[in-house]
Structure formats: structure tokens, C-alpha cells
């Protein structure tokens, strides 16, 4: 249990300190983060995960475009109104939230 809580909060903590040093260099970005997916779908892969991390992927982005073209906000370097690395991070983050909740819910299970 104690692995698989390290894991997530190094995953999270890796997304953070990549997006920190490398957003204005998104195909470097898109890289990292393309990476971490295969990483993480690696280690999460039921049906359950690919469908967070797909499903997100998609529509995480698809909301944000929107806001964007709406003036809610906007990102340096984009593609198509959202950087290239957006939907990866959107993709990580789904299965992390899952994965720690589920961790989180085992460990109080436990007690």
C-alpha cells in the first residue's frame, strides 16, 4: 500500500515540476508526458483505467478549448487554441485521481 501511495505522489509530483520547467517548450513537454502515460497505463491498465484515461484525454481538452475560444483563458504556445501536451496531462491526471482514491480507500479499509 505504501508503494502504490509513493508512486501516485511521485507521479503527481513529477507532472508538476515537468510542466514548471518545461511549458514553454511544448513538444519537449508532449514528450514527457507521452512517456508518463505509457508509464502509468503500464502500471494501470483494466478496462476501468482506459476509460478514465481516455475519456478524459478527450473531453478534458475539448472543455478547455472551449473556455479558451470563450476568453475565459488562454495558454502560451498553443495548438489549436490548447498546447499538444494538455490532453496527456488531462489523461495522467484522470488515472492518478482514480488510483490514489482507490489507495486511499483500501488504506482506511485496512484500519
Request: hydrophobic residues 50%.
Amino acid at each position: 500500500m505504501k508503494r502504490e501511495l509513493t508512486f501516485e505522489l511521485g507521479l503527481y509530483t513529477l507532472c508538476i515540476v515537468l510542466v514548471g520547467l518545461f511549458w514553454h517548450k511544448p513538444v519537449v513537454l508532449t514528450i514527457c508526458y507521452t512517456a508518463l502515460s505509457i508509464v502509468a497505463l503500464t502500471k494501470w491498465h483494466t478496462k476501468s483505467d482506459l476509460l478514465f484515461y481516455f475519456v478524459t484525454f478527450v473531453l478534458g481538452p475539448i472543455g478547455e478549448s472551449v473556455a479558451v475560444y470563450l476568453g475565459a483563458w488562454q495558454y502560451p504556445k498553443p495548438l489549436f487554441l490548447i498546447p499538444l501536451w494538455l490532453p496527456f496531462l488531462w489523461g495522467i491526471c484522470a488515472l492518478f485521481m482514480k488510483n490514489l482514491s482507490e489507495t486511499l480507500l483500501r488504506r482506511e479499509v485496512k484500519r
